[in-house]
């Protein structure tokens, strides 16, 4: 399958803080996106993206579609506790999905 | 609102058995998927499926066999389980055509094979 390099793999969010999480390609996809994984759930999609250079919002988060369309990042603003959780990229070609190892988001102490 | 169901939540299991996993979508969906989730590395496509009786090979389809006899269902089958198959599965349907990006899963099954 097609690799996905998402980073950081892990990271400690404090409320109120900016998060930015990205993600690489060496393969073009037609339309990135982005899941939430919350525990013990499947993942559940956040932002689709159709166009190279697209930038969309959905409340706190927004994401940009890369202008190669080898890359995604997605930021979350203002972060609060729930939004915690195993954040994924996604690339779709061909009807199928190639996904990142996952960004996971804990809150710090 | 879209209903992926999996059969059981947690699954505990003997190496040699034979294990079936069931999922079921509510949403008249062409596309159903199975995929493994491994920390750190992410969803690994299994096998998928985009009608009745049809099949396609994933990225990792060695050890694991697909059943697809109705639409709404889509069954998983390891036939000879094996510790390395210790893991999370989750199953995913979508529509066909230009929304077929728009995966939606179930909860997933945990599965153990001692």
């Known amino acids: 399958g097609q690799q996905l390099n998402q980073s950081p793999q892990s990271m400690f969010i404090q409320e109120g803080e900016d998060v930015s999480m990205n993600c690489t390609s060496s393969s073009i996809f037609n339309t990135w996106l982005w899941y939430k994984q919350d525990p013990g759930e499947g993942p559940v999609l956040l932002i689709a993206?159709?166009?190279?250079?697209e930038l969309t919002s959905n409340g706190r988060l927004t994401a940009q579609f890369g202008i190669t369309r080898k890359d995604s990042f997605l930021n979350i603003s203002a972060s609060i506790p729930s939004d915690v959780g195993i954040y994924f990229c996604a690339g779709h070609n061909d009807y199928k999905l190639s996904f990142g190892a996952g960004t996971t988001v804990t809150v710090r102490a | 609102d879209v209903k992926v169901t999996q059969s059981s939540r947690y699954l505990v299991k003997r190496t040699g058995e034979k294990v079936f996993l069931e999922c079921v979508q509510d949403?008249?969906?062409?596309?159903m998927f199975w995929y493994r989730q491994d920390p750190g590395l992410g969803l690994r496509l299994i096998y998928f499926?985009?009608?009745?009786?049809?099949?396609e090979k994933g990225d990792i389809p060695e050890g694991y066999s697909v059943s697809r006899e109705k639409k709404e269902r889509f069954s998983l089958i390891l036939e000879s389980a094996s510790t390395n198959q210790t893991s999370m599965y989750l199953c995913?349907?979508?529509?066909?055509?230009?929304?077929?990006?728009?995966?939606?899963f179930g909860p997933g099954t945990r599965l153990t094979v001692l």
């Open positions: 993206l159709y166009k190279a250079g």
């Open positions: 949403m008249d969906h062409e596309n």
């Open positions: 499926s985009y009608d009745v009786k049809m099949k």
């Open positions: 995913a349907s979508s529509v066909e055509g230009l929304e077929s990006d728009t995966q939606y």
